[in-house]
């Protein structure tokens, strides 16, 4: 009779899964019917066999996911993908200032060399920036100004190689994973005799080359590292024997000396010791390599673009890339709405430009410097006369009242226990839903996870009011606007006129007045400055400026504002400005990020009387919430 063989299951790669098949197949096998595999030397073989098919399987799992650049795990697979795409990932980026250096010296002119060196410290760590060219500037009435000088966090390096054409495994390093390629600057010297140089540049369109185009090539390689390459003179200028290739960059600490902003000189410089350093614009910019993620999501869409800047997906991906620090993005074009710097965003349409607002990891807004960078930087990519103009993304705050009924039978949670529940669940929400471009707030949904937070929750009523911050010039009379973004509550005219209409404001105070002011509205589109006299509202103007119910644009007209009251219980220098919505739904538009204000959200619970069947249910004994943020007074 023959032996009856189960066949082995091929599905399983773990080793004990397959040693147990193994085991299996041959327990039904009549030699090994009534055998002892625990202990025996054959358990011993199964153990290399399963370890044998295990590594097998790994490997032939691995190799096929590195086929793919959605699958792959490696970042030397990564990389070869994305080379195959055309896209070059982004090295490290070290934080750049830009400072003013002025040397006290009758001299009729200096040179700042590539590699000065300035220090600055954040917290009691002290970190070197660096120049990365050569500046000349001459003498000014006995001081010698070196005015927007860029300098960047790390160590200038130079390495220099021989070339030597017949040693086919040469290459030109970067040796250093640190090292940030955008500071990197490429020369060509003839010869160890001849000190002419040329100055290569980073090849970025292939159809522009000729076969003298003095360029070169830049790819990632392993360990993190970059290597350069020249053309073949066809592409490129190629680079022959006994030339000398001087690499010089920045190997830099990444990110960690973001937001220095005092800085002072190191050294003499051209011999000159009487130097004075102001800042600019404060470090900002440095960040890790590009990681795995995200070289997989920009690979592609690189492609995708060609090169080219068409559609907002398409400044999305490269300010992104351009600007590592990138931590959310919104695109607009003109014909969709304009960008003011007194009124803000308005949907008047703008034809010709594109709008550009970016959110840093940092958490600050772009300076004037790095404004200017990122528009040099993607004129290489946009299309036709489209001129990039790069906005101050602008902070909505949304300050909520919630009020929540709870079922206290249903739970052993103290009303302290549940309010903090719920503040956990506004600060998830605040964090998984907002703070980012193109948000919206979702009245409903936000209740509906008010109400998931405990079993023990019944139900929650809660109002919303939108607030926005100014920074006045409190050096004269001047006007400015702040933008809500969303229509504000005004049933009808004269609308709550007589408690101050939906308009609010923290204090602040006017040239030649003692009072500390606030502004508010009259209902009918006017807004109002007034101060308090035992409680009771005395206006100081009645014409300040004007609201705009229908898209939320408060304007003033000019103030003298002399002074800025403490907000929320701390010296600020902005008044904040507090309005209705018309809807609790409440939208993000173009450059504005909604953001709950933590601080002044208020949250409070009360015992639900129906559902302990007290004796006040349904009676006049049981309060319900109000659903409007304050009665209407018309």
């Known amino acids: 009779m023959a032996a009856t063989r189960k066949r082995l299951s091929v599905t399983e790669f773990d080793f004990d899964e397959v040693k147990d098949n193994l085991k299996v197949f041959m327990r039904n096998q009549t030699e090994f019917k009534d055998y002892d595999f625990e202990g025996s030397g054959l358990s011993a073989l199964l153990d290399v066999l399963a370890y044998n098919t295990h590594y097998l399987g790994f490997n032939a799992n691995m190799l096929a996911n590195e086929m793919f650049l959605d699958s792959s795990q490696l970042r030397s697979s990564v990389v070869s993908h994305a080379k195959t795409l055309g896209y070059t990932t982004r090295s490290a980026r070290a934080a750049q200032a830009v400072i003013n250096v002025y040397l006290n010296t009758t001299d009729t002119s200096a040179t700042m060399t590539a590699g000065t060196v300035f220090t600055a410290s954040i917290g009691d760590t002290s970190y070197q920036f660096v120049t990365i060219q050569d500046t000349i500037s001459t003498n000014i009435g006995s001081v010698i100004p070196f005015n927007n000088l860029s300098v960047y966090e790390g160590s200038f390096v130079s390495t220099r190689y021989t070339t030597d054409t017949q040693n086919v495994e040469q290459r030109f390093l970067i040796n250093d994973a640190r090292a940030d390629t955008t500071t990197l600057t490429v020369k060509v010297q003839n010869s160890s005799t001849d000190s002419i140089t040329a100055t290569y540049t980073l090849a970025t369109d292939i159809a522009a080359l000729t076969s003298t185009s003095n360029v070169y090539f830049l790819q990632e390689v392993e360990d993190g590292k970059f290597e350069i390459y020249f053309g073949d003179d066809i592409l490129g200028n190629a680079v022959v024997d006994g030339n000398i290739i001087i690499l010089n960059y920045v190997v830099t600490n990444k990110g960690v000396a973001n937001s220095a902003s005092t800085f002072t000189n190191s050294a003499a410089i051209d011999g000159i010791s009487s130097v004075n350093v102001s800042t600019v614009s404060a470090s900002a910019g440095g960040s890790e390599p590009e990681t795995i993620q995200s070289i997989k999501y920009n690979a592609p869409l690189d492609y995708a673009s060609q090169g080219r800047c068409v559609t907002a997906e398409d400044y999305k991906t490269y300010v992104k890339q351009l600007f590592p620090n990138t931590q959310a993005v919104s695109v607009w074009g003109g014909e969709n709405g304009s960008y003011n710097s007194s009124t803000g965003v308005s949907d008047i349409a703008e034809y010709g430009k594109v709008f550009i607002s970016v959110k840093s990891t940092t958490g600050l807004n772009l300076n004037e410097v790095q404004k200017a960078q990122l528009v040099t930087d993607l004129a290489s990519y946009t299309v036709a006369s489209i001129t990039p103009v790069v906005v101050d993304p602008e902070t909505l705050n949304l300050i909520l009242n919630v009020n929540f009924k709870y079922d206290s039978s249903a739970t052993t949670r103290a009303n302290e226990s549940l309010v903090s529940l719920v503040n956990s669940t506004i600060t998830n929400y605040n964090t998984n839903y907002l703070k ?90 006017n807004l109002r400055i007034y101060y308090l006299v035992s409680g009771v509202r005395t206006y100081y103007l009645e014409l300040a400026g004007t609201v705009d119910y229908l898209t939320g644009l408060i304007s003033t007209y000019p103030v003298y504002i002399t002074e800025v009251s403490n907000v929320d219980g701390s010296a600020s220098t902005a008044i904040r400005l507090t309005g209705t919505p018309n809807s609790t739904d409440i939208v993000g538009k173009r450059n504005q990020i909604l953001e709950i204000d933590i601080l002044n959200t208020t949250v409070t619970g009360n015992q639900d009387t129906i559902a302990v069947s007290s004796s006040g249910g349904g009676s006049a004994t049981y309060n319900t919430s109000s659903s409007y943020v304050a009665p209407s007074s018309y």
């Open 436 to 525: 980012v471009f193109n948000s919206v707030f979702r009245h409903s949904q936000f209740t509906g996870l008010v109400d998931a937070t405990d079993s023990a929750i019944l139900s929650n009523i809660t109002t919303v009011s939108l607030s926005s911050s100014y920074t006045p010039n409190t050096l004269g009379s001047y006007s400015f606007t702040v933008n809500l973004g969303n229509p504000l509550y005004n049933p009808h005219s004269g609308h709550n006129a007589a408690s101050g209409g939906v308009i609010a404001s923290t204090g602040f105070y006017v040239s030649g007045n003692i009072n500390e002011m606030f502004f508010d509205d009259d209902g009918v589109g």
